[in-house]
């Protein structure tokens, strides 16, 4: 039986607290190992415990949530952290994945949904709220020439529009008869000329260029 993914829920609102951790233990695949209600708290059990994920508030007392990501992302850093925050706003997006965030979700979310999120994020994608994406997008777009993906060769391009399609290392291998190593190579140069941190980011320009055309 696969290992249920560990999850440290850091909010300083108990009863928010309660409730995320009481929704997500119910699901089979997911173990709430700990509870958080400041940074400094929150860096304490990730170094002790060492969870798959850490959900972490922004607003919280002591450091704060963004001064704590980048704490978390150099002290553990096969943890990955997803902001479950109040606050919608570009700033603190661009701030938070800067620090080492792998995902920004905005509070409301429904349960299963949020379930989901914890799953993709450890799983090593990344996700941002939908209504978020697009502020994303722009940044990344405005400081990146007209066309950000001619710095890619023939066999690049192609890999990315097949990751934009979906795909995961080891299936565009085989559709395109390569080990999974090289493609993950590859993607690790893809990620470099077009200066971001994730496949999810660089699937996002590939779809608005190849929207363009």
């Known amino acids: 039986m696969t290992e249920p ?5 850091a909010d300083d609102h108990p009863l928010f607290r309660e409730g995320v ?6 699901e089979p695949d997911l173990a709430i190992v700990g509870q958080a209600e400041s940074g400094e ?6 170094m002790d415990l060492a969870p798959d994920v850490v959900l972490l508030d922004i607003g919280m007392p002591g450091w704060g949530g963004l001064a704590t990501v980048q704490k978390l992302s150099q002290a553990c850093p096969a943890t990955k952290v997803v902001m479950l925050t109040a606050f919608d706003d570009e700033d603190r997006l661009l701030a938070a994945f800067k620090g080492g965030a792998r995902g920004y979700v905005v509070k409301g979310v429904g349960v299963r949904d949020l379930a989901n999120i914890v799953r993709l994020v450890a799983a090593g994608d990344v996700y941002v709220s939908r209504s978020l994406a697009a502020s994303l997008l722009s940044e990344l777009t405005g400081k990146r020439p007209q066309d ?3 710095e890619l060769s023939e066999r690049e391009s192609n890999i990315l529009n097949l990751v934009a399609e979906g795909l995961t290392n080891r299936e565009i291998g085989e559709r395109v008869h390569l080990a999974e190593k ?3 190579n590859h ?3 893809i990620l470099g000329k077009l200066c971001v941190r994730s496949r999810v980011e660089a699937a996002l320009l590939a779809t608005r260029q ?4």
């Open 182 to 184: 090289t493609v993950k």
């Open 148 to 150: 950000p993906l001619s």
């Open 187 to 189: 993607m690790t140069n």
């Open 210 to 213: 190849n929207a363009r055309k």
């Open 5 to 9: 993914i560990r999850i440290v829920i």
């Open 21 to 26: 951790s009481h929704s997500l233990a119910a």
């Open 41 to 46: 708290e929150t860096l304490r059990l990730a």
